[in-house]
């Protein structure tokens, strides 16, 4: 399962360009990283993520975890989970972190907004059930906000706390008193983010690399 034995220059690595947008430059960088992370492994287990300090802190650290073993994010239409990882799927995973070229269309643009937007829903969705939870809701804003240099990590909560009680006053409002609320789908996540700009702000950087910097 994607546990490639080239170095970046070889034939696979060249698909894997083709594949993430990844160059071959920063796939060597990223190889690096996870031959780090994984102790010289071929593959990558969940407790490899442990030792790293950033992540320690994070509020949704074990949704960050899980999305890189869940099937749905590999672009192979897949479901479920995996116990390991190798390269390929690591990198995979990593692409829909990368900023979108300079020069795209806006329809290419779109594409890839939307591609961001439904990985960080699964990130959030882990029963797989098509929905996610006004509190999850509450974690995607904040997450988001939190990479913005211009408010403060209260002000994101705050922001992040008024836009969920915004969703649950229109949501509930329109229920019947008998109807259960069953949580947002992708599809009305997508319509409450409109305008949100996502592009910037999707990074990690408890890799000890800031993927906006190396994916430009």
Same mark, same amino acid.
């Given at each position: 399962?994607?546990?490639?034995?080239?170095?970046?220059?070889?034939?696979?690595?060249?698909?894997?360009?083709?594949?993430?947008?990844?160059?071959?430059?920063?796939?060597?960088?990223?190889?690096?990283?996870?031959?780090?992370?994984?102790?010289?492994?071929?593959?990558?287990?969940?407790?490899?993520?442990?030792?790293?300090?950033?992540?320690?802190?994070?509020?949704?650290?074990?949704?960050?975890?899980?999305?890189?073993?869940?099937?749905?994010?590999?672009?192979?239409?897949?479901?479920?989970?995996? +116990?390991? !990882?190798? %390269? /390929?799927? *690591? #990198?995979?995973?990593?692409?829909? =972190?990368?900023?979108?070229?300079?020069?795209?269309?806006?329809?290419?643009?779109?594409?890839?907004?939307?591609?961001?937007?439904?990985?960080?829903?699964?990130?959030?969705?882990?029963?797989?059930?098509?929905?996610?939870?006004?509190?999850?809701?509450?974690?995607?804003?904040?997450?988001?906000?939190?990479?913005?240099?211009?408010?403060?990590?209260?002000?994101?909560?705050?922001?992040?706390?008024?836009?969920?009680?915004?969703?649950?006053?229109?949501?509930?409002?329109?229920?019947?008193?008998?109807?259960?609320? +069953?949580? !947002?789908? %992708? /599809?009305? *996540? #997508?319509?409450?983010?409109?305008? =949100?700009?996502?592009?910037?702000?999707?990074?990690?950087?408890?890799?000890?690399?800031?993927?906006?910097?190396?994916?430009?």
């Amino acid at each position: 399962m994607g546990a490639l034995q080239s170095s970046p220059g070889q034939p696979e690595y060249v698909d894997l360009a083709e594949k993430t947008g990844f160059s071959l430059e920063q796939i060597r960088v990223l190889h690096k990283r996870f031959k780090q992370l994984s102790h010289n492994e071929d593959t990558l287990r969940r407790e490899h993520f442990n030792g790293i300090p950033d992540l320690a802190c994070n509020p949704i650290r074990s949704q960050i975890i899980e999305a890189f073993f869940d099937k749905r994010n590999f672009r192979q239409n897949g479901e479920g989970t995996v +116990e390991e !990882i190798g %390269f /390929e799927e *690591f #990198l995979v995973v990593m692409s829909h =972190f990368k900023p979108p070229k300079l020069h795209v269309t806006e329809e290419q643009r779109e594409s890839i907004r939307k591609e961001k937007l439904r990985f960080l829903f699964n990130m959030h969705d882990t029963d797989n059930d098509g929905t996610i939870t006004l509190e999850e809701y509450r974690h995607v804003v904040e997450e988001l906000l939190s990479h913005s240099e211009a408010l403060e990590k209260n002000t994101a909560k705050c922001i992040a706390d008024a836009a969920m009680l915004e969703v649950a006053s229109i949501s509930m409002g329109h229920m019947e008193p008998d109807e259960f609320y +069953e949580g !947002i789908t %992708f /599809e009305h *996540f #997508l319509k409450l983010l409109n305008g =949100f700009e996502i592009e910037s702000r999707m990074n990690i950087r408890f890799l000890y690399m800031d993927t906006v910097n190396l994916c430009k």
